[in-house]
């Protein structure tokens, strides 16, 4: 397995723990379907951790478990954000506002042959910039809270999209 590399795996492996202490509690409270989708979320980590011994190389296979891995670390979180609501949706509002001009200047201080690169490939950073994107605009769609902050969703929004075109990858739109 991989170790942690990045500030952000860092913080999202800590918010992951500190999920998980609430997953006890909150196993109880949450609904039929909750619990259903949750479970199918461990049957596909575990369905991938059994076809790491199939495959040929085991070595692709752990990285890529490693991804799935962090998938259903994804889950404390969900039930931390479920709890917390209201604090939580802030928290985020606000982190997608600062989100775009973040990753705009990753992109220009990362720019190689006039590519921006981010932290070690660009076509996850491609990805990573868009998904920014749609998540800022969808916030200012939704939101709806004050005028002032849909501004800032969406001048974050075309941040983060500004940053995904000095990319120069078109696999990332097509997602």
Same mark, same amino acid.
């Given at each position: 397995?991989?170790?942690?590399?990045?500030?952000?795996?860092?913080?999202?492996?800590?918010?992951?723990?500190?999920?998980?202490?609430?997953?006890?509690?909150?196993?109880?409270?949450?609904?039929?379907?909750?619990?259903?989708?949750?479970?199918?979320?461990?049957?596909?980590?575990?369905?991938?951790?059994?076809?790491?011994?199939?495959?040929?190389?085991?070595?692709?296979?752990?990285?890529r478990f490693e991804k799935v891995a962090?998938?259903?670390?994804?889950?404390?979180?969900?039930?931390?954000?479920?709890?917390?609501?209201?604090?939580?949706?802030?928290?985020?509002?606000?982190?997608?506002?600062?989100?775009?001009?973040?990753?705009?200047?990753?992109?220009?201080?990362t720019m190689e042959g006039g590519r921006?690169?981010?932290?070690?490939?660009?076509?996850?950073?491609?990805?990573?910039?868009?998904?920014?994107?749609?998540?800022?605009?969808?916030?200012?769609?939704?939101?709806?809270?004050? $005028? $002032?902050?849909?501004?800032?969703?969406?001048?974050?929004?075309?941040?983060?999209?500004?940053?995904?075109?000095?990319?120069?990858?078109?696999?990332?739109?097509?997602?």
């Amino acid at each position: 397995m991989g170790t942690v590399n990045s500030a952000a795996s860092t913080i999202f492996v800590l918010l992951s723990v500190a999920g998980l202490a609430v997953l006890k509690g909150e196993w109880k409270t949450l609904h039929r379907w909750e619990k259903q989708i949750l479970w199918g979320f461990l049957a596909f980590v575990l369905y991938n951790l059994v076809s790491i011994g199939w495959a040929e190389d085991t070595r692709f296979g752990w990285r890529r478990f490693e991804k799935v891995a962090r998938f259903l670390l994804a889950v404390p979180l969900y039930l931390l954000v479920r709890r917390h609501g209201e604090s939580a949706y802030k928290a985020l509002l606000y982190g997608l506002v600062l989100a775009g001009p973040v990753m705009l200047w990753v992109a220009f201080d990362t720019m190689e042959g006039g590519r921006a690169v981010g932290a070690y490939n660009y076509i996850l950073y491609a990805d990573f910039t868009l998904m920014v994107c749609l998540s800022a605009l969808s916030a200012a769609l939704l939101a709806r809270r004050d $005028w $002032w902050l849909t501004g800032l969703l969406v001048i974050s929004a075309g941040l983060a999209l500004y940053a995904s075109i000095l990319t120069q990858t078109r696999g990332a739109w097509l997602v």
